[in-house]
């Protein structure tokens, strides 16, 4: 592949996230990053700790933060400081939080139904994989501030059971 359409790759899931956000919002209810957080604070029966949900979502402790203030003003979530240890947070869903989770449950899965349904799984298994390798590949250029041949080769020689396996 020349450049000209690694770029083009790259612009197309870039298209592709946009409207997937979009439409998510808009069929959820809720912007995905404040779903996560409902969603992860909902799974761990309503309370985890502000640092447990960093590590969990795998977010930047500053976002995380900024959501949090969202939820708060929402009277979605409340925080406040662990009585053992205080310099930790806690975070738990509210009443109206853990309501308005529930309500938009039903929708995520019928969006999540809607959107995959018509796809074949071997084309999705193949995206999972191509999505996992770029995850990685972007993981390897941010680590080492460039992207090499060496380290493009060993990416390509890591994805090549991930490929004959969603081939199959």
């Known amino acids: ?52 949900l960093v590590e969990r979502l ?6 995380l933060t900024r959501q949090l203030k969202t939820l708060e003003a929402l009277g979605w979530i409340a ?10 947070t806690n975070v738990r869903l509210t009443e109206a939080g853990k309501a308005a989770t529930e309500a938009s449950l039903p929708r995520r899965k019928a969006f999540v139904h809607d959107t995959m349904a018509a796809l074949p799984d071997d084309v999705l298994g193949a995206l999972s994989g191509a999505l996992k390798m770029l995850e990685v590949r972007i993981g390897e250029v941010v680590a080492t501030g460039n992207g090499n041949a060496a380290d493009a080769s060993a990416t390509q020689a890591a994805a090549e059971p991930a490929s004959s396996a969603a081939s199959r």
Not at 2 to 31: I, L, N
Not at 32 to 49: C, T
């Open 1 to 52: 592949m020349e450049e000209q359409d690694h770029v083009a790759v790259m612009q197309q899931f870039g298209r592709t996230y946009r409207a997937f956000m979009s439409a998510f919002e808009a069929q959820v209810g809720h912007p995905l990053p404040r779903w996560r957080i409902l969603l992860a604070l909902h799974d761990q029966a309503g309370e985890s700790s502000q640092k447990r």
């Open 79 to 88: 925080r406040s400081m662990d009585t053992r240890d205080n310099r930790v």
């Open 58 to 63: 795998r977010v930047d402790p500053g976002a």
